[in-house]
């Protein structure tokens, strides 16, 4: 398998829940990235991890926590999500930090009940 | 705070006819990016342009980046229904931090 692969496509969770996205690359990319994008917003850049190492929190609320165990694997951990955290959440990688364009997988469609 | 504004928002047109899509911002960038994101995927890349004026074209798309590396255009001759999507411009300030425009989403009727 080739590109970016998120697991799952759709996920519905309570506000007490606790789930888990995940996101592989097999392009042997050394950045990853992950986004939110919610309807009439920009995308908006949650987390950046470069060899494995987190480079990048951009002010996102601690009941979102990102993992990343080698650079082909990420994850973002959910806990007592909020109904306005509803959104696509897309994962990236590219070759690195340097801003050559991203590879983006077809996302994960979050909806907080 | 960095913005990418696209017009317009939304565009729905003929099959066959042409349209520009308009990316802009008061920000220079080092280069700026064009995606193009279909429903139910992620935004897959279409071109990145680097250097001020300069015109890359993708077969039936044609993308302008402004000689002061503010704003971009793309350009598309004959539409046809698999052009439908939202398209996204992104401005690349030389890290991975992107701005990304609010989108223009068309759709191209047959």
């Known amino acids: 398998e080739t590109g970016v692969t998120q697991t799952p496509r759709h996920l519905v969770m309570g506000m007490t829940n606790k789930k888990s996205l995940k996101c592989e690359q097999h392009l042997g990319h050394n950045a990853m990235y992950w986004y939110k994008q919610s309807a009439k917003k920009p995308l908006e850049l949650m987390f950046v991890?470069?060899?494995?190492?987190?480079?990048e929190n951009n002010s996102v609320p601690s009941r979102f926590s990102p993992e990343c165990p080698n650079s082909s694997h990420l994850f973002l951990h959910l806990h007592t999500l909020q109904p306005e955290d509803s959104a696509l959440y897309l994962c990236?990688?590219?070759?690195?930090?340097?801003?050559?364009?991203?590879?983006f997988g077809s996302g994960t469609r979050l909806t907080v009940v | 705070t960095q913005l990418l504004e696209q017009s317009p928002q939304f565009l729905s047109i003929q099959e066959g006819e042409n349209l520009t899509v308009y990316c802009n911002s008061s920000?220079?960038?080092?280069?700026l990016q064009w995606y193009r994101q279909e429903p139910g995927e992620g935004p897959v890349l279409l071109v990145t342009v680097v250097t001020g004026g300069e015109v890359k074209k993708l077969k039936r798309l044609t993308f302008q980046f402004g000689d002061a590396r503010k704003d971009s255009s793309l350009h598309i001759t004959a539409a046809q229904p698999g052009d439908t999507g939202l398209y996204l411009c992104?401005?690349?300030?030389?890290?991975?931090?992107?701005?990304f425009g609010t989108g223009t989403r068309l759709k191209v009727l047959a």
């Open positions: 990236a990688s590219s070759q690195d930090v340097a801003g050559r364009g991203y590879t």
């Open positions: 992104a401005g690349v300030p030389g890290t991975y931090k992107y701005i």
């Open positions: 920000s220079v960038f080092s280069s």
């Open positions: 991890y470069s060899l494995e190492e987190r480079v």
